[in-house]
C-alpha cells in the first residue's frame, strides 16, 4: 500500500531514486512508527511521515517523523551517537545500513565563534558528572579560559572551560515554553585573544543573541540559528556556516541529551525553542524548574542574560 512519505531531494540523493521508490511504494516502510521527534506513535498509511535519514562516518539508519514535526532530511551524526540511538530503540548494537557505507562529515564536537583567523581546534573533554534532578548535559565550549599560571619562561596555558546545557520548561506569558539554559563552567575570551575579561555574553550579541530584560516576552528569533532534535533526545544547537552552506554545530551533545516528556511535549506544540545563555557562576545548578525560573530572573534583572528564539532544525 503507498505510504505518505515525503522524501526530501537530500535523502533521495543518499539512498538512491530505487530505494526511495520503494519507500513511497510502502515496500520497505514501515505503517506504525515512533516519531524520531517526539517519540509519540505515528502511522504512515494514515498521516504525512517524514523521511530521516541519520548518517555517521559508517553507518546509514533510515528513520521516520511526523511531517508536523520535523522535514524530510539528511542529519550526519558521530558514529558513536548513531550506535547508541540505535541500542536505545533496538535494544542492539546494530542496525540496517545501506552499503556502501554513506560518506558523511560528521557535526563539529566543539561549539565554536568565528574568528578573524582560523579558531583553534579543541579537542572534546569527557563529559562532567550532571546533576541529577536536572536534564543537563556537558560539552567543550567556544573560546577558552583565562590562562594559568605558567612555569617561568613559559607562556601560560589556556585552561578548557566547559559548557553546561540545562533543559527546562519555561512559563512566557501564560505558555509553557521548552527551554535551553546555556552556562559555562569558567569565564569564556576570545578565541586568540590574551585577555583575562568575561567576553562570552559580547560573543554571543555578536551572533545575533539579544539581551533578555524580561522574561515574561520570548527572545526575538535568530535567523540562521536552530536546534537538532531526534529520537526525542538534543543532539545540538546549529549555526549558520560561515562560509555559507548546511549549518555547523555550535554546541553538541557528546551523547544525545534525554528531554523530559513536558519538554518534548511543549516544543511539539510551538516548534521552537528558547536559548537563554548566562556568564559563568550567575545561573548555578538549580533542582526545580521554579528555581531555574527565578534564577533566570535575577539575571535578566542583572543585564546578566541574553536569549535567542530558535526553530527546530530543518523548519
Known amino acids: 500500500m503507498p505510504r505518505m512519505l515525503d522524501v526530501s531531494n537530500d535523502v533521495r540523493a543518499e539512498i538512491g531514486d530505487e530505494e526511495a521508490d520503494r519507500l513511497l511504494a510502502g515496500d520497505n ?30 553507518t546509514a539508519v533510515l528513520a521516520f517523523a511526523h511531517a508536523t514535526c520535523v522535514p524530510s532530511q539528511v542529519v550526519p551524526v558521530s558514529e558513536d551517537q548513531l550506535r547508541g540511538a540505535v541500542r536505545s530503540i533496538t535494544g542492539e548494537d546494530t542496525a540496517p545500513s545501506y552499503a556502501p557505507p554513506v560518506p558523511a562529515a560528521a557535526h563539529a564536537s566543539a561549539p565554536h565563534f568565528p574568528a578573524p583567523a ?93 539581551p533578555v530584560v524580561d522574561l515574561g516576552r520570548p527572545p526575538a528569533p535568530n ?62 545548578t538549580q533542582p526545580r524548574e521554579d528555581q531555574l525560573r527565578a534564577a533566570l530572573d535575577r539575571a535578566a534583572a542583572r543585564g546578566a542574560l541574553v536569549g535567542a528564539s530558535m526553530p527546530l532544525a530543518g523548519t
Open 118 to 210: 582560523a579558531p583553534p581546534a579543541y579537542p572534546a573533554p569527557a563529559p562532567s558528572p550532571a546533576s541529577p534532578a536536572t536534564a543537563s548535559h556537558i560539552s567543550a565550549p567556544s573560546g577558552h579560559a583565562p590562562s594559568g599560571h605558567a612555569p617561568s619562561g613559559q607562556a601560560p596555558v589556556a585552561q578548557q572551560a566547559v559548557l553546561g546545557v540545562t533543559s527546562g520548561v519555561v512559563l512566557v506569558g501564560q505558555e509553557a515554553c521548552p527551554a535551553l539554559v546555556v552556562e559555562p563552567t569558567a569565564p569564556i575570551i576570545r578565541p586568540g585573544s590574551a585577555g583575562h575579561g568575561d567576553e562570552f555574553l559580547q560573543l554571543l550579541s555578536e551572533q545575533g543573541f539579544a
Open 29 to 58: 516502510a514501515p505503517g506504525a512508527y515512533d516519531c524520531t521527534s517526539c517519540r509519540t506513535p505515528g502511522n504512515t498509511e494514515q498521516e504525512r511521515t517524514s523521511t530521516v535519514l541519520f548518517v555517521g562516518q559508517e
Open 223 to 284: 535567523p540562521g540559528w536552530s536546534v537538532l532534535l531526534a529520537m526525542g533526545r538534543l543532539h545540538a544547537v546549529l549555526m549558520p556556516s560561515p562560509g555559507g552552506g548546511r549549518p555547523v554545530a555550535w554546541w553538541q551533545a557528546h551523547s544525545p541529551m534525554p528531554l523530559s516528556e513536558g519538554w518534548r511535549s511543549a516544543v511539539g506544540r510551538s516548534q521552537k525553542v528558547l536559548i537563554y545563555a548566562a556568564a559563568a557562576g550567575t545561573i548555578g
